[in-house]
């Protein structure tokens, strides 16, 4: 599990520094992904479950340890994670099995920290 405190440490150490930067494409980049994943005609957690499927076909670990998270936050239950991965693993291949296994290591280490009643929200 220390490892997705270690992927939050990171991100957040690394977008600090990307943000000093203070590029008006990069920002406005990271402003359209925000946005994306608001609720509009499909809920966050529709559109999380895209990020995840997108993120194995694509086989980014960070990306699937990012949306595996949110997914998680957003109330998805163990069935909907697994159809959505398997549709990432027919669209991707068996290239994406790798990606496959890191995700359902990542939700394995989500629920155990839910069956100890720790907090998801200081993964992001």
């Known amino acids: 599990m220390d490892e997705l405190f270690d992927f939050k440490k990171h991100r957040d150490e690394m977008n600090e ?6 590029n008006k494409q990069i920002n406005r980049l990271f402003a359209l992904d925000t946005g994306a994943y608001l609720d509009g ?14 993120s194995l076909v694509l086989r980014c670990d960070d990306c ?3 949306h595996m998270i949110r ?14 991965l398997a549709i990432g693993l027919i669209v991707g291949g068996t290239i994406t099995v790798s990606a496959l296994r890191n995700a359902v290591d990542n939700l394995s280490k ?3 920290m839910q069956s100890k009643g720790q907090s ?3 993964l992001l």
């Open 120 to 122: 998801l929200e200081d």
């Open 41 to 54: 005609e499909l809920s966050k957690k529709i559109k999380e479950l895209l990020g995840l499927v997108s």
């Open 17 to 22: 520094k990307i943000f000093k930067l203070q």
């Open 71 to 84: 997914v998680v936050q957003e109330g998805c239950t163990d069935g909907e994670i697994a159809e959505t």
């Open 110 to 112: 989500l629920r155990e």
């Open 64 to 66: 699937v340890r990012y």
